[in-house]
């Protein structure tokens, strides 16, 4: 890698770190499963741009394309699914607070 | 046409659900059970020629490559004999039609995700073939909406995206300097730069998700719950197979044909393998629920699979890719048990039961099969597996893990005689003098189940010459 690039690998390196951070506290702080929902979604943003940028530097745009798309088809799926759990939770529960989610212990 | 085992199965799903109602629901568990033994059957009957030849346009249009090897090989009969079980568990369980169709629909996605794991030679379509595994497995571990059953998938569905996300984050780290994602391509950029901070950070990120993915010990907080909380045949499919597909065959693959197996490697692994063993199997003997009793030491025995392929030796992981096959399979018999136990008792609390393999012998019989062969007992499968890893074990002169190797299988033996006098031995309780034995589908399940456990121990030398020495190749 040449030093030109190095820079702006660091740069982006910068803010996905920080994304990535932001995701994986706010799935480690909240009692709320939505914004668990939402801090995977941050997580996945930020692994998203990680390829967009190592892609770019690599002179493969077309293959990094193709891979971000499919996390992208990937993540919808993956969100929907959990959108439906946490869903069918607060019918069972009428909240969303994770923790009443203690039933499975031992 | 490797591609067949993914088509076929995913053109049918789509056929199925065009077909009018009844027609579909009737014609979906044949199709399902046509598509698994035709995966064991083409597993067994090796015909390389078959494997290799192209699939005339449909490989070049799909852009699909796959291979298959031995342990590939080994991990299609897993994969095809415990969905098989799973898929006659769920017709004698799931009673309503309607609910019996999407399930099937579901478990044959699942078998694709699966399939597709095993066939690989592309780290990125590993990636893509391991989610729709695991959403699959999602959707299955809720699938009767009850809130246990949520409680486990959500659980299950945090920490597995979370080990996809590491492992994206590797493979991108990876793609800075090589040109395409495929093993092969990657073994040789990885070699060219060992050492480099960097990739060995994108190397630890990728089997630290893998490990997370296999339910191994320090990331094993996901694996009871899901197991106890899934409904009986999805326990059988989750146990049987799909954490080995997603986590420990994946773990084993990548380090012998990507990452390459260096010291740190083979440390770690047969660290947190000992861990995985000791941890899984004390946790086992506190438990009071059978099902969780099982989902212990699935982590217990997958610990022993990680020991094994940690050695980097040919024994060690011929013994890692048998023990592979032989959990599947004694593992998927006692789930076949619960699920006998949960439709006849009607709990999974072993506090409540007892006595009942007078009432229920067939159930009795085959539990006692499947713990002697994963405690290690002489003619079953499952001591020679063990027996594999431990001397693979004393040849690279892990003189102490050998030895704690061998204790712990006593454990193993402790915590499932204590479950059987709970559950199958002493007198019956209050209550359950009228059982009886748990319908045709769990009890064929059950003894064929049973037969290849034993049966696969008394053919060791044909397993070793025909399935196990074949591996070389691949490794060395």
Redesign the interface.
């Known amino acids: 890698m040449e030093a030109s690039s190095w820079g702006l690998f660091s740069a982006f390196g910068f803010f996905i770190t920080l994304i990535f951070v932001c995701g994986l506290y706010c799935i480690l702080a909240t009692r709320s499963l939505i914004r668990a929902i939402i801090g995977l979604e941050l997580l996945i943003k930020a692994v998203t741009l990680l390829v967009i940028v190592t892609g770019y530097l690599n002179n493969n745009t077309a293959l990094a394309q193709s891979f971000v798309i499919t996390i992208i088809v990937i993540e919808v799926v993956l969100v929907v699914i959990a959108g439906g759990v946490a869903l069918q939770i607060f019918r069972h529960n009428d909240d969303l607070d994770t923790r009443r989610l203690t039933n499975l212990r031992g | 046409m490797s591609s067949v085992l993914i088509l076929v199965p995913l053109f049918g799903i789509i056929g199925l659900n065009m077909l009018p109602r009844n027609v579909a629901r009737r014609a979906a568990f044949w199709f399902a059970a046509a598509v698994f033994t035709a995966e064991i059957l083409l597993a067994i009957v090796h015909q390389p020629a078959f494997w290799t030849e192209a699939l005339v346009r449909f490989d070049s249009f799909f852009r699909l490559k796959f291979s298959v090897d031995s342990l590939s090989r080994i991990m299609l009969i897993c994969i095809g004999v415990v969905s098989l079980s799973s898929l006659v568990v769920a017709k004698s369980t799931v009673s309503d039609e309607k609910e019996a169709f999407k399930f099937i629909n579901i478990l044959i996605t699942a078998s694709i995700g699966m399939s597709g794991i095993v066939m690989v030679k592309d780290i990125?379509s590993l990636y893509?073939f391991l989610?729709i595994a695991a959403?699959s497995s999602?959707?299955l571990i809720?699938f009767n909406?009850d809130?246990?059953g949520?409680?486990?998938?959500?659980?299950y569905?945090?920490l597995s995206?979370?080990a996809t996300?590491l492992m994206?984050?590797s493979?991108?780290?990876l793609?800075?300097?090589?040109?395409?994602?495929a093993f092969s391509t990657l073994h040789n950029e990885i070699a060219h730069s060992r050492g480099n901070f960097i990739v060995t950070f994108a190397i630890g990120l990728f089997i630290c998700g893998l490990f997370i993915k296999g339910g191994l010990v320090p990331f094993h907080g996901w694996l009871?719950?899901a197991y106890?909380?899934a409904p009986a045949p999805v326990s059988i499919l989750l146990a049987g197979v799909m954490t080995k597909a997603c986590g420990i065959y994946t773990l084993m693959r990548i380090v012998a044909s990507v990452f390459g197996f260096t010291d740190p490697i083979k440390n770690t692994m047969m660290l947190i393998g000992m861990i995985s063993i000791l941890v899984g199997a004390f946790a086992a003997l506190?438990?009071?629920?059978f099902k969780?009793m099982l989902a212990y030491s699935s982590i217990s025995q997958v610990g022993y699979i990680i020991l094994g392929a940690g050695t980097g030796t040919f024994l060690g992981l011929a013994g890692a890719a048998f023990h592979l096959f032989n959990h599947a399979i004694f593992k998927g018999l006692l789930f076949v048990n619960s699920a006998a136990l949960e439709e006849k008792v009607g709990t999974s609390d072993m506090s409540r039961m007892g006595g009942l393999s007078e009432r229920m012998p067939v159930t009795g019989a085959t539990s006692v099969i499947a713990m002697l062969s994963a405690s290690g007992v002489p003619p079953l499968a499952g001591f020679w597996s063990k027996l594999l890893i431990v001397i693979a074990l004393w040849q690279i002169g892990h003189y102490a893990y050998a030895a704690i190797a061998i204790l712990a299988s006593v454990l193993t033996l402790a915590y499932f005689l204590y479950m059987q006098r709970q559950v199958f031995f002493g007198k019956l309780p209050p209550g359950l003098e009228g059982l009886r034995e748990a319908g045709n589908g769990l009890t064929l399940t059950a003894s064929a189940l049973a037969v290849i456990t034993v049966g696969a121990g008394l053919a060791f030398p044909y397993i070793y010459n025909h399935f196990l020495l074949p591996l070389k190749e691949i490794f060395f």
């Not at chain 2, 949520?150 to 659980?155: D, H, P, T, V």
């Not at chain 2, 506190?286 to 629920?289: E, K, R, V």
């Open positions: 990125f893509v989610e959403l999602f959707i809720a909406k809130i246990n949520l409680e486990g998938a959500f659980k569905l945090i995206a979370v996300v994206l984050t493979i991108a780290i793609l800075l300097d090589s040109p395409d994602t009871p719950d106890m909380a506190g438990q009071t629920n969780r």
